[in-house]
C-alpha cells in the first residue's frame, strides 16, 4: 500500500539538507505517535528474524517536477515548487495511521520551512513473475565485519545481489514467521548505469546505488519487496523502487 504526501511552499523556497532521510523518517514517526503502542513497537521493536529487526516500510527520495538548486557548498538543496515524497508499507494500518494524521494536519515542519501537506493513498501491486525496476531511493547491501566495520557492496559485484536476497529472505521470515512461498533472484537490468550515492543518516554514512534491476520470483514475493523495499536500511530511506 502506498502514501502519496506532496508538500507546497508557504513562506517562499524549501531549503533542505541533501541528506535529509534522517528527517523524513522523523516526519513520519511523529505522525505514527497518534497510535503511541504501535509507534513504540515500530521503533524500538519492529518485526524480528534471527536478531534482525525490520520495520516493513520505506520511502522514496523526494521528488519535483519544477525547479530547483543545489548548493555543493553548504549541502543544501532548495526547491521552488512543490515536493513529493512516496511511503510504502506491507502493512495497511501503517499507511492508514499516516494518511490519517496528515489528512488532519494539513501544515508541518520540513526541517526549518513551514509547508502544507496533501495525502493522497495509492493501492498498486506486482501481478507477475518478472520486473524490471527503478530506484526511487538508493539500495545499499553491505556486510558488517568482525571488528564492526561495514563494508558496502557495488552493483558491480554478485555478493551485492546475494546480499540484496538474503535480506529479501530474513525480511520476509520477519513478517510471515516462515520461507513458504518465497522465491526472488536480483539481477542487473540490461544496459544499466549505475550512479553511486554516499550520503549520511543522523551520524553513519552510507554509500547507496541508483538504478535499475531486474526482480524475478513469484508475484507475492516480488509485491513484498515492492511495498518494503530492496536492500539494507528501507526504513531509513533507502531501496523504494517503481516498476519500468
Known amino acids: 500500500m502506498q502514501l ?6 508557504t513562506d517562499g523556497p524549501v531549503t533542505l539538507s541533501l541528506a535529509s532521510s534522517w528527517m523524513l523518517q522523523g516526519l513520519l514517526y511523529h505522525a505514527l505517535s497518534s497510535d503511541p503502542g504501535y509507534s513504540d513497537f515500530l521503533h524500538n521493536q519492529g518485526y524480528t528474524d534471527s536478531g534482525r529487526r525490520f520495520k516493513l ?49 494539513p ?3 520540513l526541517g526549518d520551512n513551514t509547508v502544507t501537506v496533501r495525502a493522497r493513498l495509492g493501492d498498486d ?25 561495514t563494508t558496502y557492496f557495488s552493483p558491480e559485484e554478485e555478493r551485492f545481489y546475494r546480499a540484496v536476497e538474503a535480506g529479501a529472505r530474513r525480511k520476509w521470515r520477519s513478517y510471515y514467521g516462515n520461507d513458504d512461498g518465497f522465491s526472488v533472484i536480483v539481477e542487473p537490468a540490461e544496459d544499466c548505469r549505475f550512479v553511486c550515492r ?6 553513519t554514512f552510507i554509500t547507496a546505488w541508483h538504478g535499475e534491476f531486474i526482480l524475478a520470483g513469484n508475484a507475492q514475493t516480488l509485491d513484498f ?15 523504494l523502487v517503481s516498476t519500468i
Open 198 to 203: 554516499k550520503t549520511k543518516f543522523k551520524s
Open 125 to 149: 501491486h506486482i501481478f507477475t513473475d518478472r520486473i524490471r525496476v527503478r530506484t526511487l531511493s538508493p539500495a545499499a547491501a553491505y556486510r558488517t565485519e568482525e571488528n564492526g566495520y
Open 107 to 109: 501544515t508541518v515542519r
Open 4 to 9: 502519496i504526501l506532496t508538500f507546497s511552499q
Open 225 to 239: 519487496l515492492y511495498q518494503t523495499g530492496i536492500g539494507s536500511k528501507n526504513s531509513e530511506g533507502f531501496g
Open 57 to 105: 516500510f520505506g520511502f522514496s527520495e523526494l521528488q519535483t517536477t519544477g525547479r530547483y538548486c543545489v548548493n555543493h557548498a553548504d549541502r543544501t538543496i532548495t526547491y521552488f515548487s512543490d515536493i513529493t515524497l512516496e511511503v510504502r508499507s506491507i502493512q495497511p494500518y501503517f499507511i492508514g495511521l499516516l494518511f490519517s494524521h496528515f489528512s488532519s494536519h
